[in-house]
């Protein structure tokens, strides 16, 4: 799905009844300072945790989130603005047995659209995090382009909000916002989905993630919410010194 996702077009975002500026359609969840999350993920037949902390800092004149997610295979900061949920930087150390990849991305120079209505993302990878700030029950579905991709492909990977479902989570019932996402038309038939919980009470934290890792063949990946708690003190990490 990845390899495909590079060649998606520029995306507008449709209502069932009117068009909306995407330069306003995410919100701000008010994710609380020192958020942490863990999860149990099963990627084929590996299964490991994922720890992630939130917390809310000055960026200039604006405030951030920064996410630091940790596993065994990938550590990740994420910046994103608390205002409209647009990614600021990504920094991502990949683990492998014979090499770590560190890479960085950096939004600069984003310049708004013409139309207004359109939104962009600057990294697939990131998807789920930005997705919090969804205005779940008031869109229906909605196009998603990638910066990069070319203009005119036919290629068309969409959001689509489908209803609220209760998720079981340690014995107890989350209810959550389910969305589903995938190619739509011919690629679409061949291609699984990607489907992704939110609870329902903000601050819409993910619940569970069911989809493909990377592009078709590789392994499923089951990612389900252990613990939620409020933490205020940051979880040691590989970018204190970067």
């Given at each position: 799905i990845i390899t495909l996702l590079l060649f998606l077009p520029c995306f507008s975002l449709l209502l069932t009844s009117n068009t909306v500026s995407a330069e306003g359609l995410f919100?701000?969840?008010?994710?609380?300072?020192?958020?942490?999350?863990?999860?149990?993920?099963?990627?084929?037949?590996?299964?490991?945790?994922?720890?992630?902390?939130?917390t809310v800092k000055n960026d200039g004149e604006r405030k951030v989130y920064e996410i630091i997610s940790l596993s065994d295979s990938i550590d990740r900061k994420l910046v994103l603005d608390k205002e409209t949920m647009a990614i600021v930087s990504v920094h991502t150390i990949r683990k492998y047995p014979e090499v770590t990849l560190d890479s960085k991305l950096k939004v600069k120079d984003e310049k708004p659209l013409l139309d207004g209505d359109e939104f962009k993302l600057a990294d697939f990878a990131v998807m789920t995090y930005v997705f919090r700030g969804f205005p779940f029950t008031?869109?229906?579905?909605?196009?998603?382009?990638?910066?990069?991709?070319?203009?005119?492909?036919?290629?068309?990977?969409?959001?689509?909000?489908?209803?609220?479902e209760s998720v079981t989570v340690n014995n107890k019932l989350i209810e959550c916002h389910r969305l589903e996402f995938g190619l739509d038309g011919f690629w679409g038939t061949f291609l699984p989905k990607m489907n992704v919980w939110y609870s329902v009470d903000p601050p819409h934290y993910l619940v569970r993630y069911k989809g493909l890792v990377g592009p078709p063949g590789s392994p499923k990946r089951d990612s389900q919410l252990l613990n939620y708690t409020i933490s205020k003190d940051a979880l040691p990490h590989p970018f204190d010194n970067m």
């Amino acid at each position: 799905i990845i390899t495909l996702l590079l060649f998606l077009p520029c995306f507008s975002l449709l209502l069932t009844s009117n068009t909306v500026s995407a330069e306003g359609l995410f919100v701000d969840p008010i994710i609380p300072h020192g958020e942490t999350v863990t999860y149990n993920a099963i990627d084929g037949d590996k299964c490991y945790s994922v720890v992630e902390h939130v917390t809310v800092k000055n960026d200039g004149e604006r405030k951030v989130y920064e996410i630091i997610s940790l596993s065994d295979s990938i550590d990740r900061k994420l910046v994103l603005d608390k205002e409209t949920m647009a990614i600021v930087s990504v920094h991502t150390i990949r683990k492998y047995p014979e090499v770590t990849l560190d890479s960085k991305l950096k939004v600069k120079d984003e310049k708004p659209l013409l139309d207004g209505d359109e939104f962009k993302l600057a990294d697939f990878a990131v998807m789920t995090y930005v997705f919090r700030g969804f205005p779940f029950t008031k869109l229906d579905k909605l196009k998603i382009g990638f910066y990069g991709s070319e203009q005119k492909r036919k290629f068309n990977f969409r959001a689509h909000y489908k209803m609220t479902e209760s998720v079981t989570v340690n014995n107890k019932l989350i209810e959550c916002h389910r969305l589903e996402f995938g190619l739509d038309g011919f690629w679409g038939t061949f291609l699984p989905k990607m489907n992704v919980w939110y609870s329902v009470d903000p601050p819409h934290y993910l619940v569970r993630y069911k989809g493909l890792v990377g592009p078709p063949g590789s392994p499923k990946r089951d990612s389900q919410l252990l613990n939620y708690t409020i933490s205020k003190d940051a979880l040691p990490h590989p970018f204190d010194n970067m």
